[in-house]
């Protein structure tokens, strides 16, 4: 693969995720229906049993690549997400729908590792953050296009056929790696898939003040972010009487993550990951603060709404990719096993947390909105104290790890980032 084909494949796994949450977000009331749920919010437990098992699952998933490589570990995942998603569609009873969706999260946590143990194995220092700065700005269409998806599905199709869109993009993604991906981590990097080696890696992934503190940053910022994606489809509904409209509105607010994510590519070389992390996170406090206010008081117009709201997914595209750089930075060596701990953390963290702000729903924004100036403080301040001098930053240029990436012949240079 060369750089765009790179991006754009680190992109599609993440996407998954960002899929097989979303797209469903129209159809939970449907589900609400079908199954004769006695609380509307009990629907939502489909979004947080599938972010259980992704987080669970990713525990796995490092050491896993570590000893046999990051392709055969990739694969194996893909398979097991379309299969369950397959399952999903399946089923006929609720119990039956969340343990398919946990094992479809089982699944999830592959691609979730891999790429970013991919970009790792390859780029180090500010280039890695504007590789998965570009990798946040692409996946993000599709938060901003899956409930649209999910709208359409039901238009024409059961409820059931939501899990189709991700049968589709698993075996796709699936096919991909197949056909085009090369082996990132050369035979002499592996490691021993032994208990000892396996507990010696997560000790030292623990053991970094750096990576722990902007680990539980990045899960503080992720239990905001899936607050409001949980509760999204209700607040559109009931406090503005806008679902009709939920999946415009939804896609609406999701672009300004994207703007943000590419605007991060374009200055995290010049300001570095962790001034860009702690601007975004002020920003954030004081936008919700602000927002805490007005909703308070009642009476919160529509466009207000997603006017503010836009403004706080955008700050998630500045945080989303640096704050999980700033934490693997400094463990390339152990990079499988390091996003593994990551992504557990982080997933599982927010899913919680998420899950929580969901379940208080109440009518109103005020519980989302506290839950952003809680958590989003709780983050600056892990942020600001984080040991700067585990974190090697090139202030530079950052370098290139492997050659895992090839240089495209047709430009006749041989570093990938000058076709950037």
Not at 200 to 229: C, E, K, N, P
Not at 319 to 332: C, F
């Amino acid at each position: 693969m060369y750089f765009y084909e790179f991006v754009g494949f680190i992109a599609a796994c993440m996407a998954l995720n960002a899929l097989a949450i979303d797209v469903m977000l129209p159809a939970l009331p449907h589900l609400t229906a079908d199954f004769l749920l006695k609380d509307p919010n009990h629907a939502q437990t489909v979004i947080a049993v599938y972010l259980a098992g992704m987080g669970v699952s990713q525990l796995f998933y490092g050491p896993l690549s570590d000893c046999f490589g990051r392709r055969p570990v990739l694969i194996g995942g893909l398979l097991l997400f379309s299969l369950a998603g397959l399952l999903s569609a399946m089923t006929t009873g609720f119990g039956l729908l969340l343990t398919a969706r946990f094992v479809q999260g089982l699944g999830a946590g592959a691609p979730r590792v891999i790429a970013v143990s991919l970009a790792r194995d390859t780029y180090a220092g500010r280039e890695l953050g504007r590789v998965m700065s570009l990798v946040m700005m692409t996946f993000m269409a599709v938060p901003i296009i899956a409930p649209s998806i999910g709208q359409l599905i039901l238009w024409v199709a059961p409820w059931r056929w939501t899990f189709g869109a991700l049968v589709v993009g698993g075996v796709l993604v699936l096919l991909w790696s197949i056909l085009r991906l090369q082996e990132s981590l050369p035979l002499e990097r592996r490691r021993s898939l032994s208990p000892s080696a396996v507990v010696g890696g997560y000790r030292m992934t623990l053991g970094s003040r750096a990576a722990v503190s902007y680990m539980v940053a990045l899960g503080l910022v992720l239990g905001a972010q899936m607050g409001f994606i949980i509760s999204a489809q209700r607040i559109f509904a009931e406090v503005f009487d806008a679902g009709r409209h939920f999946g415009l509105l939804f896609a609406l607010v999701a672009s300004a993550m994207a703007v943000a994510a590419f605007t991060n590519a374009q200055l995290v070389l010049q300001f570095g990951m962790r001034r860009l992390a702690i601007a975004g996170l002020i920003t954030l406090i004081v936008l919700n603060l602000l927002h805490l206010v007005v909703a308070w008081h009642g009476g919160e117009p529509l466009w207000g709404f997603v006017f503010i709201q836009m403004g706080s997914m955008a700050m998630f595209g500045f945080l989303g990719a640096n704050l999980n750089t700033l934490a693997i930075e400094p463990l390339g060596h152990i990079a499988g096993t390091a996003s593994s701990a990551i992504g557990l953390f982080t997933t599982v963290l927010g899913a919680l947390l998420g899950f929580a702000v969901g379940q208080s729903f109440d009518g109103s924004v005020v519980p989302l909105t506290l839950a952003y100036v809680v958590f989003s403080s709780a983050a600056l301040a892990l942020v600001w104290g984080a040991d700067q001098g585990e974190t090697v930053e090139n202030h530079h240029t950052g370098s290139l790890q492997t050659a895992a990436i090839p240089p495209d012949p047709r430009s006749g240079l041989s570093n990938p980032w000058s076709q950037v």
